[in-house]
């Protein structure tokens, strides 16, 4: 059910269908040398999937990555597990006034999870500043809807959907995105700030995971930022 990515590292993909695209969507896991487990972008619950993470440790730390991405599923987790902190993206505290959240997610991590996972926000955009993550042990970097990762593996409207929209065979950001920066300075700094984090795998919310040459070609899906 649970990918281990890397050690201590987890992924669950799972379908999603978006317009009509078969995007998918992944859910990350990252386990801290306590075993407390630290989650971005959770999936609904089902039996299977609750013993599957208190197999892999303590879930304590429920993440989104922004407003928009990652936050349906969150107050499951405050049910099922009684350690669990939520946490809220930029806006979202705003946006899920039926949310308790126990902390804000900033531009620096929190020290409960700053040796192994620190944390960056994606600025500039008109309405969605996303916060990236990146775990330093397996050199990964986890993002939600900034760029996504579409290729061979979807069906055959999502190909010809993401090739219309210039999202297809690598890391890209999406259109809208580029389109609506309010700040293109902001955001070049943003991406030059996680480009200072020394990663060599990619973990898309929509998409594949890339392996190969991933630092480049993040660089690269971002080089209309000047
Ligand atoms: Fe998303």
Redesign the pocket.
Known sequence: MFTEVAPELFVLSEPLSFYGFQIG?NMVVVRLPNDDLFVNSPAKLTQERVEALNDLGSVRYVTPSSK???HAHMEEYKRVFPDAELFAAPGLDRRRTDLVFDGLLGSAPDSRWAGVVDQAPFLGHWWLTEIEFFHRPSKTLIV??ICYNLGPETPLKTRLGMRLLGMYGDITVPRDIRYTMKNETAGRQSVDRILEWEFERVIV??GRIAERDAKRRFRDAFDWLH
């Open positions: 969507r928009l991405h990652g939600g809807d919310g929509h």
